[in-house]
């Protein structure tokens, strides 16, 4: 089993359900984040109360953070259709982390591993 940390841009989320939803993803995690890379910041002017009048950077975007658990064969294929329906060529499309998962059991029922998912 492979867990899956797919950064992606906050728009491109209910592309990124479709995709999970096609090859039968028991589940997802979604967490709203903010992060940066090579798609650096805005600037902006912060008021007296805030920073006390100090000109700051602020280099983190909103993303969107998906995090699942799928089967190791269909590892490439998500990875694949995350590229095509996400990608829009421009910086700041996101990342795709790849992890190993050792075990899975379902809290409820006691099933492990894939019968977990």
Same mark, same amino acid.
Do not use: W, Y
């Given at each position: 089993?492979?867990? =899956?940390?797919? /950064? *992606? ?36 002017? !912060? ?10 950077? *602020?280099? =983190? ?8 658990? /799928? ?15 996400? !990608? ?7 990342? /795709?982390?790849?992890?190993? /998962?050792?075990? !899975?059991?379902? *809290? ?7 019968? !977990? =998912?």
């Amino acid at each position: 089993m492979k867990e =899956l940390v797919i /950064i *992606i841009r906050p728009e491109k989320l209910e592309e990124m359900k479709k995709i999970l939803d096609e090859v039968h993803c028991g589940g997802m995690t979604l967490s709203s984040v903010m992060g940066c890379g090579t798609q650096k910041g805005t600037s902006f002017e !912060a008021g007296v109360n805030e920073i006390k009048g100090l000109k700051t950077t *602020i280099n =983190l975007l909103p993303k969107i953070r998906v995090e699942v658990v /799928i089967p190791d064969k269909e590892v490439e294929h998500v990875i694949m259709k995350v590229r095509e329906t996400c !990608a829009t060529n421009h910086v700041g499309d996101g990342k /795709i982390f790849v992890r190993n /998962i050792e075990e !899975a059991v379902r *809290i409820r029922t006691g099933e492990r591993g894939i019968d !977990a =998912l």
